[in-house]
């Protein structure tokens, strides 16, 4: 196992330049000019302007030339200069990241919750109502797209029935809890802010569950597969035979071998989740990594958004590193060198 993880772990810096090479050829080919962005539309007409700004930025340099100096500067975890905020990239990041990480954590906690109960549910009263409804929630879940839901569930829940705020990490009145990690659940806990730490989850409620329904949709179905095919296994029929409870054989033998084809999903979901937080946050207005691409992306700004493309890149290739060794942790059958061949 020490032998696949290590060559795991040279191998990512590898798939990771290509990610960085990607992006930064797209940036580099857009049809736009970053600099209408960076001096403004009216300065664009002043050529002693728009060459200083050129020189200011390295965008007089050639391709290969900018390319091999932003490698050079990622070595030491320089990725350049924002041009919309006039701030190192990796700070700006350093800044956002915790706030998608802690809308992710609880969008993954809620929808594996939920759709494992679900898949349980599903495969227990197989073709039954309960089974109907819980594909059906499933298929929607999966299917929606997240600005329609968002939307709605911010009118039913925030706007309508008042059950839950709106948009943003805390309450507009409440002072934001001091900085030490980053994630306003644990600073609020720190700090000893009970006010400040229920205002925080209220307000993760509404964008967790609307980014977790996609993982509660993909997560019950493969549950009930997994299910389903377990349920029909020798030993299952063995277990019962000898008297074992519905219960017992649902938790205890079913669901605990369904588990491991579940594992593979949730890994590569944590990834999807990161990457696809940009219509949620923009919706619920969360200062994350997601609407920061976007601000990013409007406004041209070629080194956030190939820092943005970064950090997803590094998340998918961490997740999908973690969830192999899971995997094998959990179900000895696995062996990693059979995994790295294929």
Known sequence: MTTYIVRRLIAMPLLLLGVITVAFLLTYFTAADPLTSIIG?????????????????????????????????????????????????????????????????????????????????????????????ARLFALVGASAPVFWSGLLVLFIFSVQLGWLPGPGRIDTRAVAPPFVTGFYTVDALLAGDWAGFRSVLLHLVLPASVLGWTVTGIVSRMVRASMLDVLSQEYILAARAKGAGQLRVLIHHALRNAMLPTLTILGFSFAYLITGAIL?????????????????????????????????????????LLTDIAYALVD??????QQESS
């Open 280 to 320: 949620t946050e923009t919706i619920f207005s969360w200062p994350g990594i997601g609407s920061y691409a976007v601000a990013a992306a409007r406004g041209l700004d070629h080194p956030a958004i190939v820092g943005v493309t970064i950090v997803g890149g590094a998340a998918f290739l961490i997740s999908n």
């Open 41 to 133: 539309e009216r300065q664009m007409n002043n050529p002693a302007v728009v060459e200083a700004a050129r020189e200011r930025w390295g965008l007089d340099r050639s391709l290969p030339e900018r390319y091999l100096i932003y490698l050079g500067n990622l070595v030491t975890g320089d990725m350049g200069t924002s041009f919309r905020t006039r701030q190192p990239v990796a700070q700006d990041l350093m800044v956002r990241l915790p706030a998608t990480l802690e809308l992710v954590i609880a969008a993954m906690f809620l929808g594996t919750i939920f759709g494992v109960v679900l898949g349980v549910l599903a495969a227990r009263f197989r073709d039954g109502p309960i089974d109907n409804i």
């Open 332 to 337: 000895p059958r696995v062996k990693l060198s």
